[in-house]
Structures are given as structure tokens and as C-alpha cells.
């Protein structure tokens, strides 16, 4: 007995589809302007949809992955910070693990982000393969249609029909071989529906998962930069409560100190260094004076200048070795202000992230406090190149880039080479 010919199946499949937009796909397109659209439709398509996505799920868990990491690694940063909570004698040390902290959750942030971005193509690819699944349903389902209307108008419209009409054994034989053949074929088209259906809604609930992520990620994100602000205003805090102690100040005065002379001397070992390598490579290493440029472009504001100032606290005044330029924020992209060989990229507990540069016999600059840094020791940069971001690391109130300039070995001011500064101390 031939199957039934499953048109109510096939109907309650399309349950979504209105009857009114049934009938308009059935009696209006046919094939060959179903084609003609759909070729229009899949070149439109290709030239919106980018050719190759650059994430996959898979980017995404590694993400995830590393984001575990951060997380145990600031919890113990954390542990420590607590450990030292009461210890004034190691306020400094607090105060370098807060900027290890921070960094921490700038990391995060980072990677915070990255999922986002990556959730978004994936949301893209997955909207374009439904679009063009959702296409070559109603395609067809044209074509279903197609076939329906040709056996309406032939009168072949229920195959129990072309059975019964049937006028002998051999027509009858012959009209079934027919029919199993219409049969496969529908079959085949049906069968085709109902994988693209199930294919469908896999799609769209894979799509709300990722929406549903998206928007986790989202609001993460938002408490990981309020988490950012809130330990950005602990660590700047930390420091001015020290200043505002005069046994403290004094300590830090003396570890400043000690710490800076340290660097002294770390920059003329490696200046020799650099030297010896210069004339070993037999390069002519000579000086230059002048030549800077500003060493970042967001602000002009200097806020503390060079030589001797006030602390605030009676009897502890200190020698400003540089200038301050402040209105930087967290954000600001630190330049080389003359080519040069990068002599130091490290972390100090009074200058935070710094970088010095040499750009000649006994000529370096030095650039302190930023939130990272994007040189190492030994690359040579040129002038204008990025060597880090602005920040608040190291002995630091709050975001400000701190500058010094040495020709001859000596400290110059650093106002000099900054045309246009604007005075704010
Ligand atoms: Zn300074």
C-alpha cells in the first residue's frame, strides 16, 4: 500500500507559517523566481558577511581558561594584601601588591572584553547560517508547493486517485511505479524540511545561549571596572594617608631615596653597557642635546615641576627630580620623546612601571608611575613609539606621568624641552 501522502504532516510542520503566507509563497513564486531571489539574496549575503570569522567557541573556553588563572593569582595578591593590613612598615610593599591588584583586574577587564567581542561574531555567523537556512526552507517549501499545484492541475492531487483510475492490470502496474516515484521525491523534499527545521531551531537556541552569555559577560564586565576604580582609589589613598603621617613620610623619603640611587647607578652601569655594544658594533654613539618631543599627547597640564617642593609636613621637603604631567588619566599612550635604546622596562617600588630610554652618551629620559609597558630592555625605539600607558604605579597619589630628562649624565628641566606646557602647581 503506498504511504499516504503526508501534505497535514507536512502542514503541521509549517504550523509557524500563517495560512495567508502559505498561500502567497504557493500561488506566487515559482521556481524560477524563487531562484532568481535567491541568487540575488546569497550575493547580497556574501558581500555583507565577512568571508573567514575570526572566533570560535573553542577561543572563547580558552578565554575562560586564562581568566581562571587571574583569578587565582589575585586571590592570592589579595591574601598577601590582607597579611600586610596592618603593618606600617610595609606600606610599601602594600602598595606595590595593590598595583599588582590593579593590574590583575585590568587583565580581566581585557579578557572580559575579548569574550564579548568574540560572542558577538559568533552571534553574527550564527545569525548569517540561520538566514540562509531559513532561506533554503522556504525554497523548499516552494518547490513543495510547486509540486502540489502541478498535481492539482493534473488531477493527480491524491495518489489513491491515480490508482483508481486505473484501467488495467499493466496501467495500474505502471501508474503505482509512477506514483512510488512522485512519492521518493516528496519523501525526499519533506525529509529535507524537517532536517532543516530541527537545524533551525538548534541555531536559535544556540543563539539565545550565547545572547544569555553575552549579556553575563556584560554585566561582569561592568562590576570588574567598578572593582578597577574602587582599588585605583585604595592604592592612590594608601599613599596620600602615608604622606599625611610624619614617621611615614620620612620612611618613604628614605626608601625613595635609596631606591632612586639604586636606579642611578643601574642606568650608568647599563649606558656603559650600551656603549661597549655601540663600539663593538662600531656604530658612531654620539650625543645630541635637544630633540624631545612630548613624551604623550592628552595633556599639556604640568602639575608639579622640577627641584626642590613642599611636601606639606614641616622639615620634609624633597628634590623633584623631574616634572609631573598631569590630567593623563589611566588611558594615555606613552611615547619615546627621541629615538633610542630602551636601558631599563621594570617595576619599582617608587616609580611603579618605568621605562629608561638612552639616546646617546649620558643622554636618557625616564618615564614613571605608568599602569604597563610595551618595551623591554634592548629594543630600540624611535621617536614617537609607544613605550607604555599612563598611570598611578609606585609612590603615587593618582594618575600623572612622571619625566626626566639627563644630557651629559645631569638632570636637565624637562620644561624646557616641553613647548606650550601649561603651569598647574
Ligand atoms: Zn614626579
Redesign the pocket.
Known sequence: MPKKFSFDSFLVHKKRMTAEKRKEVCSQMTKAKKLAGLLLAALLVLTMVPTAYAVTQGDIENLKDDKKELKEEKKEIEDQIYQLRNDKEKAVERRALLDRQIELTVEEIRNTEAQISGYEALLVQTAYELEENQREEEEQYALFCERARVMEESGTTSYWSVLFKAESFSDLLSRLSDVQEVMNYDQGVLDNLRQLKAQIEEKQAYQEQLKGEAEEAKVELEEQKNDLDVQRKAANDLVAELQEDLEMTEQLLKEKEAEEAEIQKQIQKKEAELAAQMAAQQVTWTASSGGYIWPESASKRIT?PMGSRNTGIPGASTN?????IGGVGYNTTVVAAKAGTVIISEYSNSYGHYVVINHGPGNTTLY??MSSRSVKEGDVVSQGQAIGITGSTGISRGA?L??EIKEGGVRINPLDHLPGYIKAW
Do not use: L, P
Open positions: 608639579s623633584h627630580k623631574g616634572v609631573d614613571a608611575h600623572h612622571h619625566y
